[in-house]
């Protein structure tokens, strides 16, 4: 069974081609015009040892919110089209993550409805050129199009990029928690029969 997906997106704004595979290694080539989230991105295939593959163009010149949230709108769409009835998944993913002085917290259910718990108390603030009020727009995009339940806790820290990188490392193995495959379960994970 391949559990991958492949997901083009473009728009007046962006132009995406974005690849996923669940049961990879961690490989990624990720180009995107936004720095930070290539660097973001990577980690999340390689921390989730998910094989991921992103060409993106977006329209920077106006700022990176669209290319940050349409990023978050393919990778949603790709899980849940990489996990597709979602028969034999955990469904439910969790992850403590320590990032030097930081220490982040990543809880996820692919329930099929979206809602984002976002605690992360950010300042209006910018990494090089990036701004970090665009990490909820990420995850809000991506919950909307995953249909996932995700609350994002920050537990404490002071450097904000290892702050931001703590979030993106957790949510990575709670994403690789929650796709597993577990050989008990039979159907999905649900007393419905369905997710």
């Given at each position: 069974?391949s559990?991958?997906a492949?997901?083009?997106?473009?728009?007046?704004?962006?132009?995406?081609h974005l690849?996923?595979?669940?049961?990879g290694?961690?490989?990624?080539?990720?180009?995107?015009p936004?720095?930070?989230?290539n660097?973001?991105?990577?980690l999340?295939s390689?921390?989730?040892?998910?094989?991921?593959?992103?060409a993106?163009?977006?329209?920077?010149?106006v700022d990176?919110?669209?290319?940050?949230?349409?990023?978050g709108?393919?990778?949603?769409?790709?899980?849940a089209a990489?996990?597709?009835?979602?028969?034999g998944?955990?469904?439910?993913?969790?992850?403590?993550?320590?990032?030097?002085?930081t220490?982040a917290?990543?809880?996820?259910?692919f329930?099929?409805?979206?809602?984002?718990?976002?605690?992360?108390?950010?300042p209006?603030?910018?990494?090089g050129?990036?701004?970090?009020?665009?990490v909820?727009?990420?995850?809000?995009?991506?919950?909307?199009h995953?249909?996932?339940?995700?609350?994002?806790?920050?537990?404490?820290?002071?450097?904000l990029?290892?702050?931001?990188?703590g979030?993106?490392k957790?949510?990575?193995r709670?994403l690789d928690e929650?796709?597993?495959?577990?050989?008990?379960?039979e159907?999905?994970?649900s007393?419905?029969?369905?997710?």
């Amino acid at each position: 069974m391949s559990r991958s997906a492949t997901i083009d997106r473009q728009t007046g704004e962006t132009n995406i081609h974005l690849s996923l595979t669940l049961d990879g290694r961690g490989e990624s080539r990720i180009d995107t015009p936004v720095p930070f989230m290539n660097h973001m991105l990577t980690l999340l295939s390689r921390h989730g040892f998910f094989d991921l593959t992103v060409a993106a163009e977006g329209d920077i010149e106006v700022d990176d919110h669209h290319s940050v949230e349409d990023l978050g709108i393919c990778l949603g769409q790709a899980f849940a089209a990489a996990l597709g009835d979602k028969r034999g998944i955990r469904r439910y993913g969790a992850a403590t993550v320590p990032m030097d002085e930081t220490l982040a917290s990543v809880c996820l259910d692919f329930s099929g409805r979206a809602c984002l718990v976002y605690n992360m108390d950010l300042p209006k603030a910018k990494l090089g050129t990036f701004d970090v009020e665009l990490v909820e727009e990420f995850f809000t995009a991506f919950c909307n199009h995953a249909g996932a339940n995700v609350h994002v806790n920050l537990v404490y820290g002071r450097n904000l990029h290892h702050m931001i990188e703590g979030v993106f490392k957790a949510f990575a193995r709670a994403l690789d928690e929650a796709t597993g495959v577990d050989p008990r379960i039979e159907g999905v994970l649900s007393t419905k029969g369905k997710l």
